[in-house]
């Protein structure tokens, strides 16, 4: 019980002792994933590009959707859209990321001395740096079909934090429970799949029939979302009463994910 309130300290003090390292392996993450192809870099700004541009043409040309309660444009439904994948993405990425970022470093399984508890760290900043890409490329596609946005844009990092809590937590929690479960993987990724369409990226959450919303409000990434589109896309501040329960939650999901994970690494070098 005792370690368990003493979590949080502990988590903290990991953080500020290892931040050049943590900041060291981001970079070599980032530029390793796109080192020896053609465009390097580019690729992180050129995949939302496309997939923006995609589904501008698919929903907007060939489906002709528009938002409920928008002005009915093309641009606005993909912009809504897109700031749905935004949340969804990066959670999708640390979750696949997560059941193998022990096992692709055994390397350092071995290393006594090396914090293991960094690396789903790292998993989840080298997703927040694509998701910063792809906001930005958002931004700038604002600017261009509709114009200068809300000021509430600035609420958008506050909007993203339980999602960043969130995904941490459930870095540590799986890239544990990977180490022992190879099924894991597959797993997240079936999950994952079946996630993207439960979630309101397509769809507004008032869409959901009534005798299901009590199912969809388990879905964490719901009041997110919801959040997300409030600052960018509708001017509007932050829905406490919506925004802090599932701040709560990620929290719990922070410190338990990093409790399972300091409960479990004893065991790494024995499996691995």
């Not at 070599?28 to 020896?36: D, I, K, S």
């Not at 907007?60 to 959707?65: A, E, N, T, W, Y």
């Not at 890409?133 to 946005?149: D, R």
């Not at 388990?218 to 509708?234: D, G, K, Y």
């Amino acid at each position: 019980m005792l370690r368990l309130i003493d979590n949080p300290k502990r988590m903290f003090r990991m953080f500020v002792a290892n931040r050049d390292l943590i900041a060291a392996l981001t970079v070599r993450e980032v530029l390793g994933r796109y080192r020896g192809s053609m465009l390097g870099m580019f690729w992180a700004v050129f995949q939302p590009i496309l997939m923006l541009a995609v589904y501008t043409f698919v929903f907007g040309v060939i489906f002709r959707s528009r938002w409920p309660g928008g002005t009915g444009s093309r641009a606005e439904f993909a912009l809504v859209l897109f700031s749905g994948l935004l949340v969804f993405n990066m959670f999708a990425e640390c979750l696949n990321r997560a059941p193998s970022i022990i096992l692709s470093n055994v390397n350092y399984v071995k290393r006594v001395v090396f914090p293991l508890e960094i690396l789903p760290l790292v998993a989840v900043a080298v997703a927040l740096f694509h998701l910063f890409i792809s906001f930005l490329v958002w931004l700038v596609f604002y600017l261009i079909a509709i114009g200068v946005p809300s000021v509430t844009v600035l609420l958008f990092p506050v909007a993203l934090l339980p999602l960043i809590f969130l995904s941490l937590g459930i870095a540590w929690f799986f890239s544990a429970l990977g180490v022992f479960i190879r099924d894991t993987a597959q797993i997240t990724g079936l999950f994952t799949t079946v996630l993207m369409f439960l979630s309101p990226i397509f769809y507004s959450a008032d869409s959901i029939p009534a005798r299901f919303r009590a199912i969809a409000g388990l879905n964490p990434l719901v009041p997110v979302i919801e959040q997300v589109r409030r600052v960018l896309m509708w001017h509007e501040g932050i829905d406490l009463h919506a925004y802090l329960p599932v701040l709560v939650l990620s929290i719990v999901v922070l410190f338990g994910g990093f409790w399972w994970f300091e409960k479990t690494r004893k065991g790494f070098a024995d499996v691995l």
